[in-house]
């Protein structure tokens, strides 16, 4: 979450929307967020846990333990990540180009969905994937899941109710591109649902069962969340910083 505004107006805006939300911070569209070495130090000082994710560089997972009833507990002492996050329906509302009930509605369709994709993802996913309290993470699972069978098997092996749950992380995806931020991952969705579409054109699938089509083109896989677009804001700093340096 950025700083909050200077004006009081705003201010309370910021308040009541992200205290309503948290969804920056409880695993909706990021995995983790990247810390130094000195925020790893003070966030130990407040029992918010870290973890070594290269040599001098950290980071704290997400679902963010500090994160209570939507309420930042760290607030004044969170990571220069977290700050630099601007989110996009804070910005709208911010300038009325979104009524606050109206963000507050574009919230809580976000939250419905988060608790309608959860249990259908994990079900999805082999035994040993389907534990993670953050849906940013089971997505992503779900796609190089999905995608393996494809890149193995062709997208002839994808079952009707595949292919329903791929469409529906499409729309949450989708949701959080136009509201919040632009995740990566939506771009993969629809690369891998145009395959499986085209390989099934002309056929028709039946639930349970898959297409009789099995030679389509692939999509290519791709690393699991952290891969260029999913970074936070500092990875990405960092990332185009260490370009500039080769």
């Known amino acids: 979450m950025a700083d909050p505004p200077e004006s009081n107006a705003q201010s309370d805006v910021a308040s009541e929307l992200c205290t309503a939300c948290g969804l920056c911070c409880s695993g909706a569209f990021f995995y983790r967020v990247v810390v130094t070495a000195a925020e790893s130090l003070r966030l130990a000082e407040l029992s918010v846990p870290t973890h070594t ?3 001098n560089e950290f980071r704290m997972l997400e679902p963010c ?5 939507c309420t930042c507990t760290i ?3 969170r990571p220069q990540d977290c700050r630099d996050f601007d989110c996009r329906l804070l910005s709208a509302a911010l300038s009325q180009a979104v009524s606050i009930d109206r ?4 919230i809580g369709t976000a939250k419905s969905l988060i608790a309608s994709l ?3 993802i994990s079900s999805a996913l082999p035994a040993n994937q389907q534990e993670s309290n953050n849906v940013y993470v089971l997505l992503s699972r779900l796609f190089h899941h999905v995608n393996g069978s494809v890149n193995k ?3 002839g092996s994808i079952t009707i109710q595949q292919r329903h749950l791929l469409a529906k ?3 949450y995806l989708s949701l959080i591109a136009k509201h919040f931020r632009s995740p990566s991952l939506l771009a993969k969705y629809r690369a891998l649902i145009a395959t499986i579409d085209a390989a099934n054109s002309g056929c028709r699938l039946t639930a349970g069962s898959p ?3 099995t030679t389509p083109a692939s999509v290519q896989s791709e690393p699991t969340p952290g891969g260029k677009g999913d970074l936070p804001p500092g990875e990405l700093r960092a990332a185009s910083q260490q370009r500039g340096k080769n």
């Open 53 to 55: 994710y290269r040599a």
């Open 211 to 213: 297409s009789p089509v």
């Open 153 to 155: 098997q062709g997208a």
């Open 65 to 69: 333990s500090a994160l209570v009833d």
């Open 118 to 120: 959860t249990p259908k």
């Open 103 to 106: 963000a507050l509605e574009i």
């Open 169 to 171: 992380a499409c729309d």
């Open 75 to 77: 607030y004044n002492h």
